[in-house]
C-alpha cells in the first residue's frame, strides 16, 4: 500500500510542478485548486512530519525560531498568499500540491491553536532535525533556533489524536495520508557549520536512519495504514554547501 501510494504522489507531484513552472503568476497558480490524479486514493485527512520543507506556519509560532527565521516575512509567500505565512518558499510547498491534488484544504500548521484540523494537519517545523537535541548536544552539535525534533513533532502529533479521536483512532485514520519528512538534514547542516568532519557526521547516519524507522513505527501504531517516507536529497549539490565547503582537488566532486 505505502510503495504505491508513494507512486501516486510522484506523478501528482510531477505533474504539479510542471505546471507551477509553466505558469508562475498567483492567479493562474491558485487554478491548481482543481484536485487532480492523487484523488483517487481518496485521502481524507492529511499528516506532515518534517522540516523547512513542510513547514507551513509552525516555525514562526515558536519564539525562538520565529524570531530568527526569515520565512516571517516577505518576498517569502509573495507568489501565491501574497503574505509571509511561514512557508520557506516564495509560493506553495510540496505538501500544498499533495493536499491541492487530494482535494482537500492546505494544511494548517499545528501550532496555530485557532485553526482547524478536520481534514488533518501539519506538525513539521523549519529547521527541525530527526535526531533530538539531547542526541545532538553529546554530538557537541547546537541545533540553534528550534528543538522541534521528529521525536517531539510526534508527541504532539500523540496529543492531537488523544484529543481528537482517543480510542478510536484505527477507524477514523484508515483513509487518512501520513508523511513522515522529509527530515533527517539539517543535523549535518548545523554539523558542518559548526566544524564537524565529514568521518564525524557519517557517524550518525544510522542513527539518523533508525530515529525515522521508530518514527515510522510510532505513526503506524498511531493507527496509519497509508505512509509516505520522503528521501533526503543531495545535500552536498546545494549552490551554498559547494561554495561554503570549496575545495582544489577536483576528486572530490561527483562531475
Known sequence: MALTIGVLVLDCLIISLVVLQQKSDAQQVQKLQKPGFIRK?????IYQL???????????????????SSCRRLPYGINVFQKATGRCSDGMLIIDF???????????PYKDRNAEFSHGANFAVAGATALSAEFLAEKKISTSFTNSSLSVQLDWMSSHFKSTCSTDCR????????????????????????????KELRRMVPDVVHTIIHGVRRVI?????????PGNFPIGCHPITLTQFIANDSTAYDE
Open 98 to 108: 499533495i493536499a491541492v491534488e487530494s482535494g482537500l484544504p492546505l494544511l494548517n
Open 41 to 45: 486514493c481518496r485521502f481524507d485527512k
Open 221 to 229: 501504531g498511531f493507527g496509519a495504514t497509508r505512509i509516505v517516507v
Open 171 to 198: 477507524e477514523k485514520l484508515n483513509k487518512s495520508l501520513f508523511l513522515v519528512g522529509e527530515i533527517g538534514g539539517n543535523e549535518f547542516n548545523y554539523g558542518l557549520s559548526q566544524g564537524k568532519t565529514m
Open 50 to 68: 518534517g522540516d523547512s520543507l513542510s513547514d507551513t506556519g509552525n516555525c514562526i509560532r515558536e519564539s525562538i525560531c520565529g524570531a530568527h
